[in-house]
């Protein structure tokens, strides 16, 4: 057939056609691209970096303020303690010094500390054996003489009505003690709540002995 072929020139010819057809087919469909686009994020990626950027600078304000509102917060608040501190005249008054030489035995003297009276009683021998030989059941405030004193002979404490706070008189009431006429609480010899609407015992402050000296506060 092949031989049939080269004898007849027409038929050549006729070939010829076909073959750049196919050639031309080819180097079309070499050439042809993809119609697909590939997406682009740059504007995406601007916009995350410009975010970033912001939430840095947002982070290091937020930061920046705490720090200045602790400080501003530490000042104020030991300018504020610094004022309630106590001033000179009351330090001096956070103890008081008495003289027990100049008490004589069997009277009372009151003195002043903070702001409340004292009273300090010489007692004699009578009044500390009364005070001993109180029966605990009876006493509305339980306290044993010997719990309210460090030496027996003399009985420190506040004079302030355990009631409503007014100060009750020395050397009166029904029990030799004190006596509150506001409302008429009675106290014994060691200051024990005995008769009337107080419900305590007559405080007992701290106190200390130096030689004939007693250091309250």
Partial sequence: ?????????????????????????????????????????????????????????????????????????????????????????????????????????????????????????HRTPHEIQEANEVDMSALKDPQTDADRVQNPEWLIMLGICTHLGCVPIGESGDFGGWFCPCHGSHYDISGRIRKGPAPLNLEVPQYEFDGDKVIVG
């Avoid at 682009?40 to 982070?59: A, H, Q, T």
């Avoid at 509102?69 to 610094?82: D, R």
């Avoid at 100049?102 to 009277?107: M, Q, V």
């Fill in 1 to 121: 057939m092949l031989a049939n072929l080269i004898k007849s020139p027409s038929a050549v010819r006729s070939l010829k056609p076909v073959a750049l057809t196919t050639a031309k087919l080819s180097t079309t469909s070499l050439t042809n691209k993809s119609t697909y686009r590939t997406p682009n994020f740059d504007e995406v990626l601007k916009k995350d970096r410009n975010m970033d950027k912001s939430r840095v600078f947002s982070y290091f304000m937020i930061g920046s303020m705490g720090l200045l509102s602790s400080a501003g917060a530490k000042s104020t608040v030991e300018t504020f303690l610094s004022s309630m501190s106590a001033s000179a005249d009351v330090l001096a008054m956070a103890k008081v010094e008495v003289n027990l030489a100049n008490i004589p035995l069997g009277k009372n003297v009151v003195v002043k500390w903070q702001g409340k009276p004292v009273f300090i009683r």
